[in-house]
């Protein structure tokens, strides 16, 4: 069974509008994180977390909020969807150590109008 | 900061040739672990090798690394590709109990019959 799971897989979303995107992940990781795809810039970092309320800024955070409930839930938030939000967001969930890899759900396909 | 470049942003091979994808990075902490990802398509990025032994050959599937601190080099090599190798692949690090992986922009893998 997926150990990390996101919904939903595609969404379509007008600018302006209000979008979340959810990620559960069943491996029991302390941390977990929100990606975003694009092709010529590869995987780039919007926020992460390492528990339980706990959610920090990652390389692309403006125009993102994200919100960590639970160990198992990790949500992204975008406000006020623009057009460049456009892309694949893929949720990952990992532990420390660095030897530690992280794990992937399987993509978000968002297109902003 | 902390870097992974991949220099390659499409490597193209003919079936049976060998194939190298190169990787190299900077980096500040004195531990590290550095990881190879494979996307195929429409898929989730997921580990393929991983490492954090200085001059070890590492191996899986076909794939081999070595990781070479003296160059801060962590190539990808395969001595006979295949038509299913073709992908996206990452390179990516990790330091001693950091939260982030740093990722480069990545490499598609275009394999020929």
């Known amino acids: 069974e997926a150990a990390v799971t996101q919904s939903p897989r595609n969404k379509v979303a007008v600018t302006g509008g209000k979008v979340t995107l959810s990620c559960n992940q069943t491996?029991?990781?302390?941390?977990m994180y929100w990606y975003r795809q694009d092709t010529g810039h590869g995987l780039r970092l919007i926020h992460y977390s390492y528990g339980a309320g706990s959610t920090e800024k990652g390389d692309i955070p403006d125009g993102y909020k994200a919100s960590r409930p639970s160990q198992e839930n990790f949500s992204l938030i975008l406000e006020l969807a623009t057009p460049s939000q456009t892309s694949v967001y893929f949720c990952a969930s990992g532990v420390q150590g660095n030897y530690a890899e992280q794990f992937f759900g399987p993509g978000t396909r968002l297109t902003v109008l | 900061g902390d870097s992974v470049t991949q220099t390659e942003g499409l490597v193209t091979v003919t079936e049976g040739l060998p194939v190298k994808l190169n990787c190299t990075y900077q980096t500040t902490y004195l531990t590290i672990a550095f990881f190879w990802y494979v996307q195929y398509l429409n898929e989730a990025p997921q580990v393929l090798l991983k490492s954090s032994t200085d001059n070890k050959r590492t191996e899986h599937q076909g794939f081999h690394a070595t990781l070479h601190k003296s160059s801060s080099s962590f190539h990808l090599q395969k001595s006979s590709a295949q038509l299913s190798d073709s992908a996206l692949y990452y390179c990516?690090?990790?330091?001693?109990?950091?939260?982030?992986?740093?990722f480069g922009k990545g490499t598609h893998l275009h394999v020929l019959p």
């Open positions: 990516a690090l990790k330091g001693t109990n950091a939260y982030k992986v740093i």
């Open positions: 491996n029991n990781h302390n941390n």
